[in-house]
């Protein structure tokens, strides 16, 4: 092991009341009166360093002599165990390794042992500490010096994240690794991480689950090998001996087979069944809802890699008349299956030469690649094979015969081209007997799309050539050296392949950039966006932000941002500011963006982009953004939330009041929720029984910062009304708010309350 030998100050120095001082004549050092001059420590020193503040904020220094360290203090005193260290390297806070005789322990700044130099073995695990080995005994020393884990065990494996498996001899155990103990190591003689929820333990040479929250036991380790956990861990399958057990999701053996040879699981898509295919034994399909396996016969073949299957029962075996009506879903019936087992058809055909389909029972027709069984998308509607026309898929997207995917260019409202995402390359398109088709033929490499001068038509570019378009995509004009087009009240100029903007015969944007587009804010409150006053201006991989108004760069492009506003860029809170003057600014690309808030009224940045930004906007009525659950204010300083309730929809349905909320500065809390329901006299009214209609939710799970489309309150108010033969009553439902652990009232704003009235006509 390397050790360094030096004092980490991290504070700087204090002022000292001495200093070192070599005698040359006697090749000494010595501290000096830095008042007078004179010795306060005689030379009798091979070395000694300044005074400097350690971290708990007093001076201390070191001296060598004869090889060995030692730790002086401000007035010349050495300090606890004296000149003995061999090697001395900073740990954190007042700790320190040290070496005496070829033994290593952890002192603090005065010297003074907190761990005494035993240690045969340090071993270093980052920022979390040390695996110290003392006496043939492992534990875990904190970089402070302070122990997380005794040294009391044989081994320690820091492999997995997040735990330590401990050994103490044959015995392992199991420790989180804050230290805290999840199995102790008496039961079990070895463990292996499965997943998130359960760890595999193994009691000599059988196999089981523990729960990993807790150590307890899923499934007791009585088995020779685990093949997996199926069906959402409905069906767990062990193998002991020449059997094949499966258990259901509380560990109990629902069903066992013998088998030889591999075993093949095939997990049907709903969930509620899969296929046992041992090699030398045939097949079981394993009913979860029945927690029973049954034999079969299958017959297989594949279809562009899907898998057909079709079941029928296994010959001389009886089943009974529940098993049939449990078979009755499963047998008989032609299926496809994807590798993954998740996609589930009942037929398929090709459409030509590049694409098929695959339809399932519910009558959707999913499109794929010839050669390919990743699914492009569901159909939306009938598929229409003509070489110029884009089909709809459900997701938003198109695809032409060839099967290459676009997203759609929408403006106002209408799709007016379509991007293709492989290629990048923009088609003018237009929609023809409900189809949209290709318009002209050349592929744009950019097309500008800007709503200020739609629907005039667009900026088409290609290669060193622009083109003034119609929405149809016929071309109007040509762009060359000076030219230019006119829009409206603006003019789009286009100077030797750049562009600048001209607004009433005036230039107010020198023709210097390589595109221009518009930039849209988001409505708060129904997230529409709108025109705005700003222009985005690009030049190279940089953007900048141009006030049309004003008549300047508002952004300037030396600040290096690659996005301003993030349009389709997905960002989720894309300039829905309730302040307007705050807009998202982006570094890095749109599949690995580092985002940043820019303040346009004071003209600066507010935070400085970052991968790890997290922003979002204030509830109505706040000023500023969220980033990572914390407010800010428009200039960038936190903000202290009154702790509030934002009603901002009440509505009712199915028989009940509906609140829609946003949590503001109630982190950590968990609400009661109340929903009083008022006669038309002001008194809470009463049910049949004489009970008040006081209807109670608890917020099951800690609200965050900002619950965007939620907690629902709902309760069935309808049933608790009685109405006497043709009458009616107005009945006010009022939501209210509690802290569930103090009983403090929270403040609820907004549409906190609805009225409904109840009739009856016999």
């Not at 330590?164 to 805290?180: P, V």
């Not at 008022?678 to 049910?687: L, R, T």
Request: overall charge positive; hydrophobic content about 30%.
């Amino acid at each position: 092991m390397i050790w360094i030998i030096a004092i980490v100050t991290g504070m700087g120095a204090y002022a000292q009341s001495i200093v070192p001082q070599k005698d040359e004549k006697k090749g000494l050092w010595g501290y000096v009166s830095k008042s007078d001059g004179k010795w306060v420590v005689k030379p009798k020193f091979d070395e000694a360093t300044e005074l400097t503040a350690s971290p708990n904020g007093q001076l201390r220094g070191t001296v060598t002599l004869k090889d060995k360290k030692g730790f002086i203090d401000d007035s010349g005193k050495i300090l606890g165990a004296g000149i003995i260290f061999e090697e001395i390297t900073p740990m954190q806070g007042d700790a320190m390794f040290v070496k005496v005789k070829g033994k290593t322990g952890v002192a603090d700044y005065s010297g003074v042992y907190k761990v005494k130099p035993e240690a045969e073995n340090v071993e270093q695990l980052g920022d979390e500490g040390w695996i110290v080995t003392m006496k043939g005994k492992k534990g875990l020393l904190k970089n402070d010096g302070t122990w997380l884990v005794q040294p009391l065990y044989t081994g320690i494996d820091a492999s997995v994240p997040g735990y330590f498996i401990i050994k103490s001899g044959e015995k392992a155990g199991l420790l989180k690794r804050d230290g805290s103990s999840i199995v102790e190591p008496k039961d079990y003689t070895g463990f292996k991480p499965y997943n998130n929820k359960y760890w595999l333990v193994d009691k000599k040479g059988k196999k089981g689950l523990i729960e990993t929250a807790s150590g307890k036991i899923f499934i007791t380790p009585d088995y020779d090998g685990l093949v997996g956990l199926y069906l959402n861990e409905k069906a767990n399958i062990f193998t002991k001996g020449n059997k094949i057990h499966i258990l259901n999701e509380y560990g109990k053996r629902k069903a066992s087979f013998s088998y030889s040879g591999d075993i093949k699981i095939t997990e049907m898509p709903n969930r509620k069944y899969l296929f046992v295919n041992s090699s030398g034994k045939g097949a079981h399909i394993y009913l979860c809802d029945y927690n029973k396996a049954y034999p079969i016969t299958y017959k297989s073949d594949k279809f562009h890699g899907f898998d057909r299957l079709e079941i029928d029962y296994a010959p001389y075996h009886y089943y009974y008349s529940e098993d049939k009506e449990a078979l009755k879903p499963y047998i008989g019936h032609v299926k496809y299956y994807s590798p993954d087992g998740r996609n589930d058809y009942y037929s398929g055909g090709d459409i030509n030469d590049y694409l098929y389909y695959m339809r399932g029972r519910n009558g959707r027709d999913d499109l794929y690649l010839v050669g390919d069984n990743k699914c492009l998308g569901e159909i939306d509607g009938e598929f229409n094979g003509s070489k110029n026309a884009f089909n709809k898929l459900v997701s938003g997207q198109y695809v032409d015969s060839e099967g290459n995917l676009y997203e759609p260019i929408i403006v106002d409202g209408n799709v007016v081209a379509l991007r293709n995402l492989m290629t990048g390359k923009y088609s003018i398109v237009k929609k023809i007997n409900g189809l949209l088709e290709k318009q002209g033929g050349i592929l744009y490499d950019e097309l500008i799309t800007n709503n200020s001068f739609y629907p005039r038509g667009f900026v088409g570019k290609t290669g060193n050539k622009a083109y003034w378009l119609s929405p149809s995509g016929r071309i109007e004009a040509e762009f060359s050296k000076d030219s230019t087009v006119q829009v409206d009240s603006f003019t789009i100029m286009d100077i030797n392949g750049k562009f600048g903007i001209k607004k009433d015969g005036k230039i107010i944007l020198e023709p210097n950039y390589d595109s221009i587009t518009n930039v849209e804010f988001y409505d708060i409150d129904d997230d529409r966006p709108y025109d705005t006053k700003y222009r985005m201006v690009k030049k190279g991989d940089k953007v900048g932000l141009f006030d049309e108004d004003k008549a300047k760069i508002v952004i300037p492009l030396e600040r290096g941002y690659s996005n301003i506003c993030g349009e389709k860029w997905n960002y989720k809170a894309t300039n829905r500011f309730e302040d307007s003057d705050l807009i998202c600014v982006f570094t890095g690309d749109k599949e690995n963006p580092a985002v940043g808030v820019w303040n346009l009224k004071l003209g600066k940045e507010v935070l400085k982009p970052s991968a790890d930004n997290k922003i979002e906007y204030l509830p109505k009525g706040y000023k500023g953004y969220y980033n990572n659950n914390v407010a800010y204010s428009p200039a960038g300083s936190k903000l202290n939330l009154s702790p509030a309730i934002d009603v901002y929809q009440a509505e009712w349905g199915n028989g009940s009041p509906y609140f829609f909320t946003k949590m503001v500065g109630l982190e950590g809390r968990t609400i009661d929720f109340y929903i009083t329901a008022y006669a038309p006299n002001g008194s809470v009214y009463k049910d049949r029984s004489g009970q008040k209609c006081i209807y109670k939710f608890s917020q099951s799970e800690t609200p965050n910062s900002q619950i965007e489309y939620g907690p629902k309150v709902v309760h069935y108010a309808e049933g608790d009304v009685y109405l006497k033969p043709f009458s009616s009553i107005t009945i006010k439902y009022v939501l209210s708010a509690k802290d569930a652990k103090t009983g403090a009232s929270i403040p609820v704003k907004g549409e906190k309350s609805i009225s409904m009235t109840f009739s009856r006509d016999w």
